[in-house]
């Protein structure tokens, strides 16, 4: 559930400045305690910025269909609580000690404060679901973080594996990270008074781009630029992490792989070894091939919003979509 | 929220014999996943046992206003769901490597594994609540959680202090235990057709009994017998938590108080020194002041039930009051 931040969520969807200002608001002022270290907590996770990708997919996804009112913004608001809940916990899971260039909650307040106020998180994102949503979106909000899970548990189970083929990458980062922004989606339609195709047309939309999301920051782990992605890139190879463009570099003649393989078995930790590393990656196609999948899977998200009106909503959906794959470049 | 246990849910709750056993198999198979390590971390969890306080309550609550019906078992279980993964999570918290005599979840799979199970099982008890509660089930759950988190929060925060008074104390553990035991009973009357006033004298009962249940935790946390309660006596004490008896103690005069703080401070590691602790919290009158608490608590438990008709539920109940203060003995 990674990701990297290069655009404000301003930039990105000029229809929805307002409505993401409101967010931006609420989003502060949800998550409140007598105790002093919640919000502080909370609030260092969410001044951390993030484009606030999800809150938009589910209010554009509701002015899709209807009227996004109340409901929608509740339903957009609780999703990313479960986002930032889910951070913090990767962070104090991963003893991670940096997040978009600042220290991350578990490295300023301990694990203890952190997986607390991350539990506390969450529970507050479903008590907005019980406010004016329907209980079938609880339903779906929890049905969506047994999957997040999931796809933690499977990739670390994973770690070390020379046998992650691309079906169980595809598997694993719909699991952990596809998922929500499917719901995301989906909590738009359903808010809004959509009908039960347009939800899932929603939900398809999201999964794709969620896919298209993933592969990106997997790719840009590997040839992104430190300072732009705001933590170090390598992760991924160093953890032992095989991502769609080292499985299809092992999946090629052995004159191809043989190298990749023997940097990966390294575990490369200086720049020159990054750097090998890409250029091996290069001439076996596989980052080419990466970002063509990305590609294709910004398509696919694209095609799914072809049955509703064009208009500014829909516009500004397929616009995620393509910004999602220039992220690359 | 830690617990003690000497005796099964089956003794202790003779009327509710077959709804517990069935609580148990469905305990079992809730928690599912294609990813062994989930019903692994999970049931070695359940398998650790305890008393299954909490879905007693909730379905002989039932029973006092009603029919225990479907709802109530979903009910019931998801409160034993959030309890299970709330001692996974305090238990990584506390970096603790024994729960009632076993190996707790965090030493046996590590700390990522326990976390993300926790979370895992946290989804599926809220998913539970979907089938075929209201979505009030959900908003209450959710406000518990919250409690719980806050509970455990202001715990840590003043350990190392000497400024927990008495109604602090009694705040802490109403959100980090009772606030649990409170919904256990409040959902038994919510889900089998209870009037207003029947949930909130269910929800009275179950936090009285849950504030004497964790009064009596912390006095066996200071004179119990480490085989006895599975669980190494004096944590508290060596985490710098003051406890009723310990705050008692301090509140006397200083020739009662300072042998008293003068252990504290010095951190009391050895079997010597938890019986020179025990020495002068009975000087103090300290460890009787904690038992009578405990049974007023426990009194006043009982005094909630006076207006539901007397029967195997009511006596049930009443009976569970008096056995949370019998274990002092």
């Known amino acids: 559930m990674s990701q990297t931040e290069t655009h404000s969520a301003h930039e990105l969807f000029p229809t929805i400045h307002a409505d993401l200002a409101e967010i931006e608001g609420r989003l502060r002022r949800t998550v409140h305690s007598r105790l002093p270290v919640v919000p502080e907590v ?15 997919l589910t209010l554009l996804c509701g002015r899709l269909v209807g009227d996004a009112g109340e409901a929608t913004f509740d339903a957009a608001v ?3 609580l479960i986002h930032l809940a889910s951070l913090i916990h990767d962070d104090v899971i991963d ?5 978009r260039a600042r220290l991350t909650a578990n490295r300023v307040w301990g ?7 991350a539990d506390f998180t969450h529970a507050v994102a479903y008590r907005l679901l019980t406010q004016r949503c329907a209980i079938e979106t609880v339903e779906r ?9 999931e796809g933690e548990l499977c990739q670390m189970y994973n770690e070390g594996s020379f046998e992650v083929t691309e079906p169980l990458y595809f598997e694993m980062i719909a699991d952990k990270t596809a998922s929500l922004m499917a719901l995301a989606g989906e909590f738009g339609a359903l808010t809004a008074g959509g009908t039960r195709e347009q939800a899932a047309a929603c939900h398809a939309y999201g999964e794709k781009v969620g896919l298209a999301f993933q592969v990106v920051d997997d790719l840009l782990d590997l040839t992104g630029d ?8 390598g992760n991924d190879v160093r953890c032992g992490r095989l991502t769609l463009p080292l499985i299809h570099a092992l999946n ?32 076996s196609g596989s980052l080419a091939y990466t970002a063509a999948t990305a590609q294709r899977l910004a398509n696919e998200a694209a095609v799914q919003l072809a049955d509703f009106a064009p208009g500014e909503a829909r516009s500004a959906l397929e616009a995620l979509a393509a910004y999602v794959v220039a992220r690359t470049l």
Chains 1, 2 share one sequence.
Do not use: F, W
């Open 226 to 233: 430190e300072e732009r992605i705001g933590k170090p890139v």
């Open 95 to 99: 003893d991670s000690g940096r997040r």
């Open 141 to 149: 909000l929890s049905g969506t973080v047994v999957r997040m899970c």
């Open 42 to 56: 909370y609030l260092h996770t969410v001044h951390a910025g993030g484009k606030r990708v999800r809150p938009a």
């Open 78 to 80: 609780a999703v990313e």
């Open 111 to 117: 694990n203890k404060n952190a997986v607390l106020v």
């Open 252 to 283: 090629q003649p052995a004159e191809l792989a043989d190298p990749v393989r023997r940097i990966i078995v390294e575990q490369p930790t200086t720049s020159e070894a990054m750097h090998a590393l890409r250029d091996a990656l290069a001439a």
